[in-house]
């Protein structure tokens, strides 16, 4: 599986080196890419650890305010502002982890959501968010005094090359040791504790390093897109990044990738997808697709679930590796 994924990685890395030549609109890419390395972070908890967060969205969010806000009225540059929100979503990340981090299941997964929801109320009733209007107004400025992130083919490279580096992070984590006693700890838990290992520790450090890789993805969106909305903080971020991860592949490097490209594609694209199938078909129903992209994401995870429980990219590798044995 190596030998087929590397250059698979390195031709999506060329694709999209070279997407902004081939019409593809910088900034809807960008906003994927932050989306996708959301969906990594949160794969790396519950994909190699086994914890199911509904509280991720406080992370995103949370730090895409804070963000924000230094760069707009603070007046920080840009590598400070994405500092300040990595900080951010590590800082809350450790409130979280420390406060939920002792039970397990759903008891893990509801304290999690009541603590995002405490900081959604906090985002609506503070006055630096701006409310139900958001954050707006807020400035690309030039990175290190130098590059001009107001140009909006530098913007790109910029997010590549950070989605890029922080997607290594991610890769270096689980094949390093630390790695392998998550993937341990998620298998069984018991066991590794007899061997010594102090399992409350690495729950909570992969916790904090999910929501600091959370808090960059949320804080990199801020800077592309210019606003951060209640939408970044609200409980339906926290759901979506959990469908991204399962439609993609739970477990996989590439799964949250492939989620992340599905269901932000579904939700930009749903409508100009209804008004070729009204053509193609005749049905005037279809032309209303657009207004329902929750239903259709519905219908996909359910599809999902039912079909192929391992995910998209989790059926393909289970495929080659099953051609392989034979």
């Known amino acids: 599986m190596k ?6 990685y390195l031709l999506l890395l060329l694709g999209l080196v ?8 910088p900034i809807f890419v960008m906003k994927l890419l932050c989306f996708a ?13 086994g914890f ?3 509280g991720h969205a406080a992370f995103l969010g949370g730090s895409a305010y804070v963000a924000g806000h230094a760069m ?10 994405l500092l300040a929100g990595t900080a951010t979503g590590a800082l809350l990340g450790w409130i979280f982890g420390v406060l939920a981090i002792r039970r397990q299941g759903i008891y893990f997964a509801m304290i999690t959501l009541a603590l995002a929801q405490m900081v959604f109320f906090i985002a609506l009733q503070a006055k630096f968010t701006g409310g ?16 001009d992130l107001r140009n909006e083919l530098t913007m790109y490279y910029v997010t590549l090359l950070i989605c890029v580096a922080a997607f290594l992070l991610i890769v270096r984590t689980i094949h390093s040791p630390f790695g392998q006693v998550l993937k341990g700890i998620k298998e069984n838990e018991p066991r590794a504790l007899s061997l010594g290992y102090d399992t409350g520790r690495f729950k909570l450090l992969v916790f904090v390093i999910s929501a600091a890789i959370s808090g960059l993805a ?10 951060a909305t209640l939408s970044d903080v609200h409980w339906t971020a926290s759901g979506q ?23 932000v594609l579904l939700e930009n694209k749903i409508g100009e997808l209804g008004h070729f199938l009204a053509r193609l078909t005749s049905v005037d129903w279809f032309n209303t697709l657009g207004e329902s992209v929750t239903m259709v994401t519905g219908l996909i995870f359910v599809i999902c679930v039912l079909a192929f429980r391992r995910g998209i990219m989790g059926e393909v590798i289970a495929f080659i590796e099953r051609r392989r044995a034979k």
């Open 241 to 263: 990044v959990v469908l991204m991860t399962l439609v993609g592949g739970l477990g996989t490097l590439s799964g949250p990738l492939v989620g992340a490209a599905v269901v």
């Open 72 to 81: 707009k009225v603070w007046g920080l540059t840009p590598e400070l502002g």
């Open 3 to 8: 030998k087929i994924s590397l250059p698979l």
């Open 18 to 25: 070279l997407a902004p030549f081939f019409g593809a609109y």
């Open 52 to 54: 199911l967060s509904f």
């Open 218 to 227: 949320g804080s990199l969106k801020t800077l592309v897109l210019g606003f």
């Open 132 to 147: 139900e209007d958001g954050l707006q107004g807020v400035p690309r400025g030039k990175l290190f005094g130098v590059v």
């Open 37 to 49: 390395l959301f969906a990594c972070a949160f794969n790396l908890l519950l994909g190699y650890t």
